[in-house]
């Protein structure tokens, strides 16, 4: 075990070396990923699909426990299409044909993963349910926002400009 991670340690610093002139903070998040991807095996791609798969379970499973009235059937219904949206868009995306199409598809994961977030932030506002069992999802909302709103800046990015 030692000698695999020394040698994913010497990997890790080729790479940086030719990473030189990129910002900081890249070459660190990049530097960081190369070494959990390498120890565990896990891709990053796949590790974000596990990750919607686990909140779309957990937004599942708060939709259970919402009061039967209108406003809890209402928002449930909203808040548990939006966030099954996300995992099922994020899935679709990592099958995309081209990067248009990436792009396009992580548009939309955006736009519904914002979508949760309105949602579950309305239902801790609004006191509906606890908000125990709320702000850890908000959270995690908020998270995966972020991640997917910075893939779909990069990848918007790299589609050629059309006239």
Known sequence: MLRVSILVLAIVRVRRDREIGSSGDRVIGRSVWYIAAAMTGVTKPEELRNRTKQFAIEV?????????NPEGWVIGKQVLRSAT???ANYRAAGRARSRAEFAAKMGIVVEEADETVFWLDLLQSAAISHSASISP??????????????SYRTAKRSLPDVP
Request: aromatic share 4%.
């Open 60 to 68: 599942i499973r708060l939709t259970r426990i919402l009061p039967n």
């Open 85 to 87: 949206s996300v995992a």
């Open 137 to 150: 999802l908000l959270g995690e909302a908020n998270e995966l926002l972020a991640i997917f709103a910075a």
